[in-house]
T-cell receptor
C-alpha cells in the first residue's frame, strides 16, 4: 500500500465549478500535511498547509481528519489557471522528508 | 533573495554512464534534499544533506550518492545509470532539517537511453 494515496483523475471541470480532491495517508504518526501544485514539467510549489481545524485561502479550503487519516482540498469557482496537478504531501513526525502522493490532475475548460 | 537553482536543466546519458547534477540552495538555507520524480508519479525522497553530512536516505541504492559543500550547495551523483533512472530530479532547500520552508528548484530532466 502506498504511504499517500490520491485519485489520479483527471478531473475535467468547467470554469466556475467546485471540485474536491481527496487523499489518504497510512502513517498515523504523520505530523504535517500540505497540498502542493505542480504545473506541467515544472517544480512543485506549496499551495497551502493543512491544519486539523481546517483552513482556507481564498477559493481554496483544506481539511484534515486525523482519525480517518484523510486530507481534502476544495477549490471553488475554478479558473482556467487552476489547471495543474495537485499533490498531497505528508511529513512524518521526526523525519526530514516529504512524502508525496502521485498527484491528481485537474483540467479546467472554458 | 535568490531561489534554488539546478544545473543542467536537461541531460541525456547512455545506460551504464555516470551523471552529476548540481544544486545551489536558496540564500540562508542550510539543508538540501533531493527527490526523483518519474513520469506520472509524485516526487520520491532520495536523501538529505545537512552540515555536509547525509541526514536521512530514502529507498535508493548506493549508486545514488551526494555531497554538500560549505556554501550549502549540493551534488547528486548517479553511477551505472539504468533506463529506470530517467526522471525529473528535484532539489529542495530549507532552513534546518525540520524546516518547513521547502523551496524546490526547477529540476534536471535526465533521460537515459
Amino acid at each position: 500500500r502506498k504511504e499517500v494515496e490520491q485519485d489520479p483523475g483527471p478531473f475535467n471541470v468547467p470554469e466556475g465549478a467546485t471540485v474536491a480532491f481527496n487523499c489518504t495517508y497510512s502513517n498515523s504518526a504523520s505530523q504535517s500535511f500540505f497540498w502542493y501544485r505542480q504545473d506541467c514539467r515544472k517544480e512543485p510549489k506549496l499551495l497551502m498547509s493543512v491544519y486539523s481545524s481546517g483552513n482556507e485561502d481564498g477559493r481554496f479550503t483544506a481539511q484534515l481528519n486525523r482519525a480517518s487519516q484523510y486530507i481534502s482540498l476544495l477549490i471553488r469557482d475554478s479558473k482556467l489557471s487552476d489547471s495543474a496537478t495537485y499533490l498531497c504531501v505528508v511529513k512524518p513526525g521526526g523525519y526530514n522528508k516529504l512524502i508525496f502522493g502521485a498527484g491528481t490532475r485537474l483540467a479546467v475548460h472554458p | 533573495e535568490t531561489g534554488v537553482t539546478q544545473s543542467p536543466t536537461h541531460l541525456i546519458k547512455t545506460r551504464g554512464q555516470q551523471v552529476t547534477l548540481r544544486c545551489s540552495s536558496q540564500s540562508g538555507h542550510n539543508t538540501v534534499s533531493w527527490y526523483q520524480q518519474a513520469l506520472g508519479q509524485g516526487p520520491q525522497f532520495i536523501f538529505q544533506y545537512y552540515r555536509e553530512e547525509e541526514n536521512g536516505r530514502g529507498n535508493f541504492p548506493p549508486r545514488f550518492s551526494g555531497l554538500q559543500f560549505p556554501n550549502y550547495s549540493s551534488e547528486l551523483n548517479v553511477n551505472a545509470l539504468e533506463l529506470d533512472d530517467s526522471a525529473l530530479y528535484l532539489c529542495a532547500s530549507s532552513l534546518e532539517v525540520q524546516g518547513y520552508g521547502y523551496t524546490f528548484g526547477s529540476g534536471t530532466r535526465l533521460t537515459v537511453v
